[in-house]
């Protein structure tokens, strides 16, 4: 089965950048119809969507981040990664990545997969001087 | 602020059932059968309970169910359990450019 494990600094400075990837195990990020997503949990807080990223290498953000997210990925390695830039204490969260269902049809009506299955276990991100 | 909306607390006895409620627009809830439910313990990652408004995933207990009315879905538990006490989020598609939204989360408290 399809495990995902995030990986990056635990410790980041205001107005850095962070950065996490994401490593796919059990199964090949490029096969099938999937978008590897970022999530942030702010500690105390719910979930926030960050963005995804599809097989193909197209990418999705959340409006209120698009201007400070950038997705990509690696087949090579298996991975995908993200990077926010310009950082303040308000990123300071959980961070999960996690597969998403892209869409399919059958039957002459298509469908999307809209949720969230595997996650990985979290990466906390601080940003402290 | 979240874009779906939940109640902040619910408990129940053990045996109990208990409902909880998360609402949202005709945007998202309500246009899309593609509400789902995650169950969080503290310290752990969110784990997939419900897809789809009603779809439970293999190995999930039949005691989860979900439905839907309106802008409003449901997540119901029966035969509450010490372990089912846990946050619960929900999460809808959304026709904005966010894609998905989830709700603010409740705290599940077994009695």
């Known amino acids: 089965q399809v495990q995902l494990q995030e990986s990056g600094p635990g410790l980041v400075k205001p107005s850095q950048t962070l950065s996490l990837t994401c490593t796919v195990s059990?199964?090949?990020?490029?096969?099938?119809?999937?978008?590897w997503s970022w999530i942030r949990q702010p500690a105390g807080k719910g979930l926030e969507w960050i963005g995804r990223?599809?097989?193909?290498?197209?990418?999705n953000y959340n409006p209120s981040l698009k201007s400070r997210v950038t997705i990509s990925v690696d087949t090579s390695k298996n991975q995908f990664s993200l990077k926010l830039s310009s950082v303040t204490a308000a990123d300071t969260a959980v961070y999960y990545c996690?597969?998403?269902?892209?869409?399919?049809?059958?039957?002459?009506?298509?469908?999307?997969?809209?949720?969230?299955?595997?996650w990985g276990q979290g990466t906390l991100v601080t940003v402290s001087s | 602020q979240s874009a779906l909306t939940q109640p902040a607390s619910v408990s129940g006895s053990p045996g109990q059932s208990i409902t909880i409620s998360c609402t949202g627009t005709?945007?998202?809830?309500?246009?899309?059968?593609?509400v789902s439910w995650y169950q969080q313990h503290p310290g752990k990652a969110p784990k997939l309970m419900i897809y789809?408004?009603?779809n439970r995933p293999s190995g999930v207990s039949n005691r989860f169910s979900g439905s839907k009315s309106g802008n409003t879905a449901s997540l119901t538990i029966s035969g509450l359990q010490a372990e089912d006490e846990a946050d619960y989020y929900c999460?809808?598609?959304?026709?904005?450019?966010?894609?998905?939204?989830f709700g603010g989360g409740t705290k599940l408290t077994v009695l």
């Open positions: 996690a597969r998403r269902g892209g869409g399919y049809c059958s039957g002459g009506s298509c469908y999307s997969r809209v949720w969230f299955d595997p």
């Open positions: 059990g199964g090949s990020i490029s096969s099938g119809s999937y978008y």
């Open positions: 990223i599809y097989t193909s290498g197209s990418t």
């Open positions: 005709s945007s998202d809830v309500g246009g899309y059968n593609y």
């Open positions: 789809d408004v009603s």
């Open positions: 999460s809808s598609y959304t026709s904005s450019s966010t894609d998905v939204v």
